[in-house]
């Protein structure tokens, strides 16, 4: 999901339409996964766990994708909110079930 939502950020020239559908089939084969895996998911996780894994693991892959693929530099701003969505997450699967 985010090659398809922030790759096309590298390739300002290209017409929008062009890169809408690009990201439109990126996103189809993403799907085609994530759809299977939230409902193999949901027997052992609930949906609060699940949505949690998927942001802090797109965030993980985001944090990569920004300083690898379009040479971004992560600060201290960035840092501290990120462990802040992690306290988040922790909270969430230390919940009482």
């Given amino acids: 999901m985010t090659f398809a939502w ?20 990126i996103t189809f084969i993403e799907y085609c996964f994530a759809v299977p895996a939230n409902r193999i998911g949901y027997n052992n996780f609930s949906a609060a766990e699940l949505k949690t894994m998927q942001e802090v693991i797109t965030l993980i892959v985001f944090v990569g994708f920004a300083v690898f693929y379009l040479d971004e530099k992560i600060t201290i701003q960035h840092i501290i909110g990120f462990l802040l969505i992690s306290i988040g997450a922790f909270f969430i699967f230390t919940a009482p079930k």
């Fill in 6 to 25: 922030y790759g096309h950020l590298k390739f300002l020239n290209q017409p929008l339409s062009l890169m809408i559908i690009t990201s439109w089939g």
